[in-house]
């Protein structure tokens, strides 16, 4: 039998998805005014204000998960209550889930209460990066410049979300799937397929 695995295109490895994913979202965090902390989001449960709050305590929390240790979602931490610094916070712990999910073996195994596969748990921050960075962008009139599709992240986002929407919808974490044309960018056609409509834009301040 031939082996053809050397045929095969590389899987591309979490810590250089991420990556490219924290360098677009970095620049909308950083830009996020004060006086829009309140506006609504595509993401429809989340004001802006909460939407941050939610992604950095995503974020640290992966970082556990990358380690192979527990997390915990159970306490909401307030950290743009904090003190005016909660952008350059945003920027540190990016930063350090990079370099967890980096580590060797860390995207091998399993990890989480649910003992999923520990590609698929990164792949869900990759996610939330990418989607809730988008949602930041639109609710504060910015624009979201999406991963470039030589990067892998959108594919690797919609196989993620191809895999886990059936499950995740029925707990409510996914919305049912928005209609867009066969011929929308990837990012749209990602957007969508979460539940957002690809159209979203913030009412006027």
Known sequence: MTDTSANKAPVNKLGDLLSVAVERAVPVVRAIPDDRLAAPTPCAKYDVKDLVNHLLQVIVQFQALAAKRDSDFDQSVDY?????????????????????????????????????????????????????????????????????????????????????????????????????????PELEKLLADTGRDPRWVAAAA
């Open 80 to 184: 743009v209550a904090q003190g005016p610094d909660w952008r350059e916070r945003f920027v540190d712990e990016t930063g350090k889930l990079i370099a967890a999910w980096s580590v060797p073996g860390a995207e091998e195994g399993t990890t989480g209460a649910m003992n999923m596969p520990a590609r698929t748990v990164g792949s869900m921050v990759l996610l939330d990066l990418t989607v809730h960075a988008w949602d930041l962008a639109r609710a504060t009139g910015q624009t979201y410049e999406p991963a470039p599709e030589g990067s892998g992240v959108l594919k690797t986002l919609r196989e993620t979300v191809a895999d886990l929407a059936p499950t995740a919808r029925k707990m409510g974490v996914l919305g049912e799937p928005v209609v867009v044309p066969g011929d929308a």
